[in-house]
């Protein structure tokens, strides 16, 4: 070959031309995958969310279970007041990200969507919680009855806890402790759920937190009372007001 | 010895001769890039907590090696030298990129607990030592079996450690219940005999697995035993 491969201009044009036929393919394939891969996110999280009312879903069937449990949604903003959605407003709901608002918006600006399931004649309320653990964000749904009080499910997630200490948050063994507790003491004030550590005296309003997983514990503990405290609000105003029945 | 570059073959040779056919088998046991060359340990110690997390891993390292081989060797004689490295890197990280797009859109569970580690597999040493010492020197079939050879050498491996872990740790395979229920001791079931090896969840475990892993190793395998 006549080129020099040792020139300047050879080094140069041969890595424009990489850049442009290694940019080109990822962009096609970015693109062809995008679809498959936000069902997938969807899906996953209406897993979660059907997980908090004791529904088992796999990712293949999550969206039909959505359709035939989840029934309606409201979103709230900061006040929990209730925004008016024009659109498909279940469909506007999951697109609100619990971690996301929480880490990428300030206190004020963060809007809450809870989500109103049917389940074997009774009714659900599941309230996605988002927060920090030890690592990076911890995330899940916390499900209440019809009371607006005692909880029928929780399901929570992390992006990288550490396995077999903090990463137990998304365990049945974390998970199911919380079914029967109460985010309300008995005159009604909100007390959230309490991460406290395991061994204390038993209560209504606590569970174990996890022994090595500190920090993870405390994180889960700081999203449930601040993110649930909105739903709590949005609860009195709501078993006050008759439009429920 | 692990880093020995295959001479230039004579064209009229088959791709499954003999030589070639080492490619495949050597890094399997003689030059095994984990327990021998000590490459990508740190994916192995990660991912190996669930057998398939394991598969999909070695899979996608495996996918990464032959095709990552397979573009720098076609290239070999025009990459510029200068730049080489980072011709490397471009051509590892774009086939890295897809791998992990094609994981979120077909296997979303598997590609969540893996999460980092499909994108660290750029990272893993083994990818671009084996583009440096052998397919930048050698022809595109060779080099596909090179990199098919040490892509099954580094998967045997994080399967081993992936079988190991999830049986004693979890007592499943493949999310499946191996140990009967009724074994494992637990608050629920105090009349169990086995208690779930937490320690083989955490990755010390896998690193001392591999240590393992590497002693058997040499004890059969007398030659790979340095000479002091």
Same mark, same amino acid.
């Given at each position: 070959?006549?080129?020099?491969? @040792?020139?300047?201009?050879?080094?140069?044009?041969?890595?424009?031309?990489?850049?442009?036929?290694?940019?080109?393919?990822?962009?096609?394939?970015?693109?062809?995958?995008?679809?498959?891969?936000?069902?997938?996110?969807?899906?996953? =999280?209406?897993?979660?969310?059907?997980?908090?009312?004791?529904?088992?879903?796999?990712?293949?069937?999550? %969206?039909?279970? !959505?359709?035939?449990?989840?029934?309606?949604?409201?979103?709230? @903003?900061?006040?929990?007041?209730?925004?008016?959605?024009?659109?498909?407003?279940?469909? *506007?709901?999951?697109?609100?990200?619990?971690?996301?608002?929480? #880490?990428? #918006?300030?206190?004020?600006?963060?809007?809450?969507?809870?989500?109103?399931?049917?389940? @074997? %004649?009774?009714?659900?309320?599941?309230?996605?919680?988002?927060?920090?653990?030890?690592?990076?964000?911890?995330?899940?749904?916390?499900?209440?009855?019809? @009371?607006?009080?005692?909880?029928? %499910?929780?399901? !929570?997630?992390? =992006?990288? *806890?550490?396995?077999g200490l903090g990463a137990e948050i998304a365990t049945p063994f974390f998970e199911t402790q919380f079914t029967g507790k109460k985010i309300h003491d008995d005159n009604g004030e909100f007390v959230s759920i309490r991460v406290v550590k395991p061994g204390g005296p038993k209560s209504d309003h606590a569970v174990d937190g996890i022994s090595g997983g500190t920090f993870t514990s405390v994180g889960v503990d700081e999203m449930l009372m601040r993110c649930m405290s909105i739903y709590s609000k949005y609860f009195k105003t709501m078993s006050k007001s008759t439009a429920l029945n | 010895m692990s880093e020995a570059t295959a001479p230039a073959k004579s064209p009229s040779e088959g791709l499954f001769s003999k030589k070639n056919r080492k490619l495949i088998t050597d890094p399997l046991n003689d030059s095994n890039p984990i327990t021998v060359q000590v490459l990508g340990i740190c994916s192995?110690?990660?991912?190996?907590?669930?057998?398939?997390?394991?598969?999909?891993?070695?899979?996608s390292v495996t996918a990464v090696t032959i095709m990552g081989n397979f573009f720098m060797s076609l290239m070999r004689n025009i990459v510029p030298n200068r730049i080489r490295i980072i011709v490397q890197l471009v051509v590892v990280a774009w086939l890295v990129i897809i791998v992990d797009q094609v994981l979120k859109a077909y296997v979303y569970d598997v590609s969540k607990s893996l999460s980092v580690f499909v994108g660290l597999i750029i990272t893993n040493c083994i990818i671009m030592g084996r583009i440096e010492a052998f397919a930048l020197g050698n022809k595109p079939g060779p080099s596909i079996l090179d990199g098919l050879g040490n892509g099954i050498g580094y998967g045997i491996i994080l399967i081993f450690l992936g079988i190991v872990r999830e049986l004693f740790g979890s007592g499943k395979l493949w999310n499946a219940q191996v140990l009967p229920a009724n074994w494992i001791y637990s608050m629920d079931n105090p009349d169990g005999w086995y208690v779930l090896n937490n320690f083989m969840i955490m990755p010390p475990m896998a690193l001392i697995l591999v240590g393992l892993y590497i002693w058997a190793q040499r004890a059969r395998n007398t030659k790979l035993i340095e000479a002091h």
């Open positions: 070959m006549a080129i020099n491969k @040792d020139s300047n201009a050879y080094t140069i044009i041969f890595a424009i031309a990489m850049c442009v036929v290694v940019g080109t393919s990822l962009v096609i394939v970015s693109q062809t995958l995008k679809p498959v891969q936000e069902k997938n996110v969807m899906n996953d =999280k209406k897993q979660n969310i059907l997980a908090a009312i004791q529904v088992e879903a796999t990712l293949q069937d999550a %969206g039909t279970k !959505f359709e035939q449990y989840v029934k309606d949604a409201v979103i709230l @903003d900061a006040n929990s007041q209730a925004v008016e959605v024009k659109t498909d407003v279940i469909a *506007e709901a999951l697109t609100i990200n619990a971690l996301s608002e929480f #880490k990428d #918006k300030p206190a004020t600006d963060r809007r809450y969507p809870l989500f109103i399931c049917e389940k @074997d %004649g009774s009714r659900f309320f599941v309230m996605p919680v988002g927060g920090q653990g030890l690592w990076a964000g911890v995330w899940g749904y916390v499900a209440v009855g019809e @009371d607006l009080n005692t909880i029928a %499910g929780a399901s !929570f997630d992390h =992006k990288s *806890e550490t396995p | 192995a110690l990660a991912v190996t907590v669930k057998l398939d997390n394991s598969v999909v891993m070695a899979a």
